[in-house]
Structures are given as structure tokens and as C-alpha cells.
């Protein structure tokens, strides 16, 4: 299971590292000939689709982390290589300072896009979870006062669909309490639960 474990977190890392170098060597010898507009264009739809697919989830945290060492890092050298050089030979040290920002900036923006719009989704999900929980409780509580238990299935209540935003949500009751909980992809392995003990939520790793 570790080893099983350990591989599927590599594989994010390894595939951003390729990703990287290709983007890296694509660049450097097309960002002569290619419009800037192209690629803050490209920067924009990675972090964008990285987000959106991701959803700040714990997998989006690795991207992050592998993209900034595989693909930001070696194109830091890159743009850098690219300013040095201009600087030694004293020759177009204002078209390669451009060139270089081509190169680095857009990506830059691509990974502060996608950790922020992939927070903005995680909040918003987690938030939608929450508010649909707050309008099931009186529900049960009804149910307890008419019956004196709390129902077994959500299925025996009058609800709404849940929020195609909200994440999936398990419910449990027995013995005069109930459970929610739901998966939080923020966090390897880590949940939330909400019950009537307390009626607040807490996360669990």
C-alpha cells in the first residue's frame, strides 16, 4: 500500500517535470517568433483548467509543488540565461529582459491563478456541503420530535436534491444520534463530520 501510495503521488510530479521541459525547450526557441499574447493566453487556460480539474484538492497541491520544481525552476535558468547573456556581451539587453519575462512571467501567473481559483472552488464547495446540512437538520429534528428517533436513510425526508456543488455526503443514525460527513480532497485521508452532539464540524485527518 505505501509503495502503492508513493507512486501515485509521483506520477503528478513526474508528469509536470515532462511537462515542464517540454514547455521549457518549446519556449526558448519559439518565444522570438511567438506573440506574448499566445502565451499569457496558454498561462491563462493552464492555471484555469488546472483549477477547474483540481479543485484545490490534495493532488492539486502536488501539481503545484511539481510544477514549481520541474517546470518554473529549470525556466527561471532559462529566462536568467537568457538576461546573462545579453548582459556579457553587452548586445540587446532590453529585447532579451522581454524575452526573458515572456518566458517566466506567464508562468508565474499560471500557478498564482491556479492555487487561488482552486482555494476559491474548495471554499465554495465546502460552504455548499455545509449550508445544504444546516437545511436538513430541523428536518431531522422534526422527525425525532414526531417519532422519537432520527430517521435511518435521508430518503425518508422531503428533500432537495443536494447541490450539484456540494461534495457527496454520507449519513448515518443510531441510537438517538446522527452523522454526516464528507471526504475532504484538500487533505490525504482527511474527512469532516458533522453530528447533533454538538451540531458543529470538525475535521479529521
Partial sequence: MAILSSFLLLVPCLLTMGCGILCALWLKSAVSSTS???ICSAAIIVGTGSALYLQGSFLHTIFLMG????????LSFV???IVWRALRLK???????RRASVLWL???AALILSASLGKVIRVWRVDSTRAYVVQIVPLLDEVRVKTGSFPTALSQLALAPSPWSAYPLSYTAEKGEFRFAYDDPARIFGASEFSNANRVWHDYQ
Wanted: net charge neutral.
Fill in 79 to 81: 529566462a536568467g540565461a
Fill in 67 to 74: 510544477a514549481s520544481i520541474y517546470g518554473l525552476l529549470p
Fill in 106 to 108: 506567464p508562468c508565474v
Fill in 36 to 38: 506574448p499574447v499566445w
Fill in 91 to 97: 548586445k540587446d539587453v532590453n529585447l532579451s529582459i
